[in-house]
């Protein structure tokens, strides 16, 4: 029965009230242009998103092609720009094709979806990216969830399915732990068992590989016939968008059967032209990348880290949210902004602070982190 008078969405109120109490609320903080914090938050990772070639691809691409890109790229907003850009990546990463989406989500969305379907199998490692839980679950084939980086869990799943087709999905880099997914061991297991996989670099490309080339390139996988990479433009490469790579078959596949990439908007020139100038910085100063690594071990030192981490994330577990969110404040007040992850996007237990290494951090500012780091960090 209908209550008479009573909001639609009077539940929400209770819903605050439990994540106040279990400190899991969120809260928008805008950000000057230039903050007055050293930030280790953002997943700028090569530092060019502030870098003068990288806007200056941006602004010279808005005036030739304007704000917007005027429609879906089947309609309008294909140009000359977005499919330079699509060689440039392909060739660098040394996929045979690529395809820009407006996000790094749409373009998982679109792989994963496109790919699998009903009567087909997916099999995702549990920590993978939410737009790759998205997409499993919008894909309607049958979703094994394997435990994280479980390569037998894997090989299990895929003998004994039924489905004719089958998917493995996973990041190369985990977004909230910074460890590695089992790439060689995964790629034997899908190819024995022929199935595809699918892998989301958006952590890896700028950071890991020759050059940044990305983890599939470093293990020798680059190109493979049974591969696709997926990945995101607002990492390494400082801008927006994301890019889905591998045989040309996938793309034109891809570009008659993804939805996001059929009904949304085609990404503004200005972040394909400065996506396009951060990959020409990356190409012509490939130390970057080695920079990024050697700053995450510097990092993950100074916060009692054991492990040298193997990507620009460094994780340091702090346990109840409450915890992590005060020593994220307290780094702040001293000049150091640093990201803190709750659940549900960690699981519960496992609140932390996240410090992302860039390329471009100085040695004064290395030196400001780790006064704040070991002061907030050290046991009272």
Not at 11 to 33: S, Y
Not at 53 to 76: C, F, H, K, P
Not at 91 to 100: K, N, P, Y
Not at 367 to 375: F, G, I, K
Request: hydrophobic share 45%; with cysteine; glycine share 10%.
């Amino acid at each position: 029965m209908t209550r008479l008078g009573l909001s639609p969405l009077a539940w929400l109120d209770e819903v605050e009230t439990r994540r106040r109490a279990a400190g899991l609320r969120r809260f928008l903080r805008a950000r000057p242009p230039v903050g007055a914090e050293l930030d280790l938050a953002s997943n700028d990772y090569l530092g060019l998103s502030q870098h003068p070639r990288v806007l200056d691809g941006g602004v010279a691409a808005l005036r030739a092609w304007g704000a917007g890109s005027t429609g879906s790229r089947l309609v309008t907003g294909n140009t000359e720009l977005h499919e330079s850009f699509e060689d440039a990546l392909a060739e660098f990463v040394g996929a045979a094709s690529a395809l820009v989406f407006s996000s790094g989500y749409t373009a998982n969305l679109g792989a994963v979806v496109a790919l699998s379907g009903p009567g087909s199998l997916l099999v995702s490692d549990a920590l993978t990216h939410a737009s790759l839980v998205d997409a499993c679950r919008l894909s309607r084939a049958r979703v094994v969830v394997t435990p994280h980086a479980d390569v037998s869990a894997v090989d299990a799943a895929l003998a004994a399915r039924t489905e004719e087709r089958a998917v493995v999905v996973t990041d190369s880099v985990f977004s909230a732990d910074g460890d590695l997914a089992p790439l060689r061991a995964l790629h034997e297991v899908s190819r024995r068992h022929g199935a595809l996989l699918i892998v989301d670099e958006a952590h890896g490309l700028g950071v890991r590989g020759d050059g940044g080339r990305g983890l599939l390139h470093e293990m020798g996988l680059a190109g493979a016939p049974d591969v696709v990479m997926t990945t995101t433009l607002s990492k390494a490469l400082g801008s927006q968008g994301g890019v889905v790579l591998g045989p040309v078959a996938v793309r034109d596949h891809l570009i008659d059967a993804a939805r996001p990439f059929i009904f949304d908007t085609g990404l503004a020139p200005a972040a394909v032209g400065a996506a396009h100038a951060a990959l020409q910085v990356l190409v012509d100063e490939p130390g970057r990348a080695q920079r990024v690594l050697d700053h995450a071990a510097a990092l993950a030192s100074m916060c009692g880290v054991d492990d040298v981490p193997p990507s620009a994330v460094v994780s340091v577990i702090l346990g109840e949210p409450d915890v992590a969110l005060a020593a994220a404040a307290a780094c702040l007040e001293r000049g150091v902004r640093v990201g803190c992850f709750r659940p549900p996007t960690v699981p519960a237990g496992t609140s932390r602070l996240r410090l992302t290494a860039r390329a471009s951090l100085t040695d004064d500012e290395m030196v400001l982190a780790r006064r704040v780091l070991t002061d907030v960090l050290s046991p009272a």
